[in-house]
C-alpha cells in the first residue's frame, strides 16, 4: 500500500501552517532541522553520501526521484557560486505554493536535505529569491553557495 499525493500534501501542509502558526518566523529554523535529521536517516538507510559533493548531490535528487517524491531534479550552474536547483512534481506543490500565498514558511523538504547535504561539504547555500513556479508543473529556486 502506498500513500497518495494529495493525502501527503494535506498532511504536510496542515503541519506547516500549524507550525507558523505557533511560531511563526521561527518556523525556518525546523524546515532546516528537519533536513539535517532526514539526511541523517536517509544515509543511514541508503548510503548517499559519497566524497564528491555533486555525485552526493545526484545521489539524494535520485533517491528522492525514486521515492516519488519528485518526478525529477536537475541542478544547472549559472555561474562559479549560483545554481538553479529545478525540481519537477514535486508532491506537496499546492500545499508549499498555498503557505507561500499565505505568507507563510513552506516546507522545502527536498531543499531543506540538499542544505543539509552541502553544510556536511562545509558549504552553506541561501535561496537568493522567491522560488517561481512554472506551469509546467516544475519549480525553480536559485541558490547562493559558499563554503565556511
Not at 114 to 143: C, H, I, S, Y
Amino acid at each position: 500500500m502506498a500513500i497518495k499525493e494529495d493525502f501527503f500534501d494535506i498532511i504536510i501542509y496542515s503541519i506547516y501552517k500549524s507550525i507558523f502558526e505557533m511560531v511563526g518566523e521561527q518556523a525556518w529554523e525546523i524546515v532546516w532541522r528537519s533536513g539535517e535529521i532526514a539526511l541523517k536517516q536517509i544515509e543511514e538507510k541508503m548510503g548517499v553520501i559519497e566524497s564528491d559533493l555533486f555525485k552526493s548531490l545526484q545521489n539524494l535528487a535520485r533517491y528522492l526521484e525514486d521515492m516519488g517524491y519528485v518526478s525529477s531534479i536537475e541542478f544547472k550552474k549559472l555561474s562559479q557560486k549560483r545554481f538553479q536547483y529545478i525540481i519537477s512534481n514535486p508532491v506537496i506543490l499546492q500545499g508549499a505554493t498555498s503557505l507561500i500565498a499565505e505568507k507563510m514558511v513552506p516546507p522545502h523538504i527536498s531543499t531543506s536535505l540538499m542544505f543539509a547535504l552541502l553544510k556536511r561539504f562545509n558549504k552553506q547555500a541561501k535561496m537568493v529569491r522567491e522560488p517561481e513556479f512554472l506551469e509546467d508543473g516544475r519549480v525553480v529556486e536559485t541558490w547562493e553557495i559558499e563554503s565556511y
